[in-house]
């Protein structure tokens, strides 16, 4: 129980779909979200396939907990084959679009093929409609699309999740964004839903999620509630929101800046989470406003903010439509708009952040290839006669507003940054300065100061990424590189489960595996245990490294830039010191069950019920 | 004996001074240790991250006394996300 058993199959091309039931051995063996459409996936599509091409598919997948009680059962993920990196893209998101899809009755949506023109899904219930989008929303903004349909189809309620114009034009790292400001963010999966000709779906959702045992499953739901509401984590979470990091990063010398010349920036002061709440003269406000929180969320971390109404970016006409409050900054993005390109004005960080939000495009992607970009003008490598005129700098806050609107809208020079950092480097025959692996942009962790992240950046399925393990705090306690295989290992199996369920990942501040466990089973009986949901996420972890394989990537590809191997941090507590990375991934794969090529071995894959 | 004290997102409930997240320079009794210093301060959280003159200290190393001119950092074990 808990799911419908539905799933809803939509071929674009035909622009037809049918109803069909939800495998539920593939359930049992991957739980959900990440892992189950992971598991359809690599079950429909040749992982050789053009990412961009009909023939890739997209999934829109929920976990067993998605539109349940359980805090922070708001999670639905986009499964797809990355069009920024051309490996497995599994992107999670929060909001209410998730929740909407299970009150509807569905699990999972699988998009296949591509329509002859521009579309959308609509979905009420049972009643699923696929509309022209041309001459409505086509060429539309996230938010404007989503006030349009809710007009159109007389549904306040309705929640939607859509590509921007960036996802239209095929930005390599588009985005879904649904609720206005949360976003399937990485890998290019909306450049895929673009590449399909579909716009956004929308759902309206009147039934409700059932429960196998739902006595057991409230007690459980209130003991991890209690529990999280409880602890400190937590509470500095929705204090300070996720912008608390830029100061640890910064005073740990963990802080890519300029393109990750430095691991510390002189600005971090003024684009913090202190700065976010700091009164400015103009108005009296604060860049901050309120928190906001996803569906079922105890936590909120969320941010909505306002840019000060005196600042350049929102004079004129044009910039009227930013004056209002919307998401804010995260620490990611925060990261991304300032200290990678040295900009320390933070109402040009939170504008640049509201057009990735408005035109649906990474903005930790987007700040880090316009980091290389810098980097490569400073060089003299771009001209100014490419950009316009605009000086591309490090710290140009006018030049960072300037490439989120062109990238955002894919005009001119913007056509350029859109195809991400990798694509960009190689373009201007520089491909070392990009800081990608498997062609995905950094996060905010310098990885000679943190080797945990370093060996995570390198083995993520998905290219580089601070989400797929949890080396936090050996990082932070240690800079040597002794131990680190284990602790990634490890938590990228749990996370793997944790992004199956339909739970954030923030709720482990305060919760470990049985707090998931004990929810997991009472929705869904069958004896989830803390161990199941190990070998679960272990399993995941394989299937996505078995898809990745298929698809051509090899052992080379689980590595870091040059300058993360061969330039030392120049200060902080790393200082002198580079990523160790070939004492770590040797034993990362011997741990890991694979052969030294990094390929799982027939005793691996035979153990976790692969090898069919 | 003065160390110069750095919290970051986090709030003592016996130095409230640390607590707008800037340095300030504490007075301490001579030879007080780090991990003495850090049970005084009363955080609200189990683990931290500790930063003694911009080097990262293991729980097991913070019994060191801490020195007049010491700079010590504070902040909680935080993990990234959105």
Request: charged share 25%.
């Amino acid at each position: 129980m808990t799911w419908h058993g539905r799933v809803l199959r939509v071929d674009l091309s035909s622009e037809s779909w049918r109803e069909e039931p939800l495998n539920r051995d593939w359930a049992d063996q991957f739980l959900g979200q990440r892992g189950l459409a992971t598991r359809y996936l690599a079950a429909e599509i040749d992982p050789g396939v053009d990412p961009l091409a009909p023939q890739n598919k997209l999934l829109i997948a929920t976990g067993p907990l998605t539109g349940t009680m359980a805090s922070t059962g708001g999670r639905w993920s986009v499964v797809t084959k990355g069009a920024l990196t051309g490996a497995i893209a599994c992107s999670n998101s929060g909001g209410r679009f998730g929740a909407e899809l299970r009150l509807a009755g569905w699990d999972l949506i699988i998009l296949e093929g591509r329509a002859p023109r521009p579309v959308y899904l609509w979905i009420r219930d049972d009643d699923v409609r696929i509309r022209p989008a041309e001459g409505f929303i086509w060429g539309a903004t996230v938010w404007e699309t989503e006030e349009r349909l809710r007009v159109r189809h007389q549904e306040p309620l309705l929640r939607v999740a859509s590509v921007g114009r960036a996802g239209e034009a095929g930005v390599r790292y588009a985005c879904v964004v649904n609720d206005r400001d949360r976003a399937a963010g990485r890998s290019g999966v909306g450049a895929v839903m673009g590449s399909k000709n579909l716009k956004a779906i929308a759902i309206r959702g009147t039934r409700g999620v059932p429960l196998l045992h739902p006595q057991r499953f409230m007690s459980a739901v209130v003991a991890a509630r209690d529990k999280l509401n409880a602890d400190a984590g937590r509470d500095r979470l929705a204090r300070y929101g996720t912008a608390a990091m830029m100061d640890v990063t910064e005073a740990y010398g963990a802080l890519p800046t300029r393109n990750g010349r430095q691991v510390q920036f002189e600005g971090a002061n003024h684009v913090n989470a202190k700065a976010m709440r700091a009164r400015r003269a103009s108005d009296g406000s604060s860049n901050l406003v309120r928190n906001k929180a996803c569906f079922a969320c105890t936590i909120g971390c969320g941010r909505l903010a306002h840019i000060d109404p005196d600042h350049f970016s929102v004079q004129g006409e044009q910039g009227r439509r930013h004056r209002g409050v919307e998401g804010g900054l995260e620490y990611e993005s925060a990261y991304a708009t300032g200290p990678m390109v040295g900009v320390d004005d933070i109402d040009a960080c939170h504008y640049a952040n509201m057009l990735c939000n408005e035109h649906g495009m990474d903005p930790i992607s987007f700040g880090a290839t316009l980091g290389a970009a810098m980097e490569l003008f400073e060089q003299g490598m771009i001209k100014a006669a490419e950009t316009g005129g605009v000086e591309l700098r490090f710290g140009s806050a006018q030049a960072l507003v300037w490439a989120a609107e062109v990238t955002g809208t894919a005009q001119g020079f913007g056509q350029v940054l859109g195809l991400g950092a990798k694509r960009l480097c190689e373009r201007y025959g520089r491909p070392e300065l990009a800081m990608v692996v498997k062609g995905q942009e950094f996060p905010g962790y310098d990885p000679r100061a943190m080797q945990g992240m370093g060996l995570a950046y390198a083995t993520s399925n998905r290219g580089a990424c601070h989400l797929r393990a949890d080396p936090y705090s050996d990082d932070f306690e240690r800079v040597t590189p002794d131990g680190k295989a284990d602790i990634v290992r490890r938590s990228q199996d749990e996370i793997a489960a944790i992004d199956s369920s339909g739970l954030c990942a923030f709720t482990t501040t305060a919760w470990g595996l049985e707090e998931f466990a004990a929810q997991i089973d009472g929705a869904l009986g069958g004896g989830w245990s803390v161990e199941r949901l190990r070998e679960t996420g272990e399993r995941i972890w394989n299937l996505e490294r078995q898809f990745n394989l298929a698809a051509g990537l090899t052992a080379a590809d689980d590595s870091l830039p040059p300058r993360m191997l061969g330039e030392p941090a120049p200060s902080g507590v790393a200082k002198g010191r580079v990523v160790e990375l070939g004492q770590m991934l040797p034993e990362y794969y011997r741990l890991r069950g694979w052969s030294e090529q990094g390929v799982p071995t027939l005793e691996t894959l035979g153990r976790l019920g692969l090898s069919g | 004996m003065q160390v110069d004290m750095r919290l970051i997102a986090l709030e003592s409930s016996t130095a409230p001074e640390l607590n707008d997240h800037q340095n300030h320079p504490l007075v301490l009794p001579p030879g007080l240790s780090l991990a003495a210093l850090l049970e005084r301060l009363d955080l609200p959280e189990v683990g931290y991250g500790v930063l003694l003159n911009d080097r990262s200290i293991p729980v097991s190393e913070r019994a060191v006394p801490l020195r007049t001119g010491d700079r010590v950092t504070v902040f909680p074990a935080i993990k990234g996300g959105c």
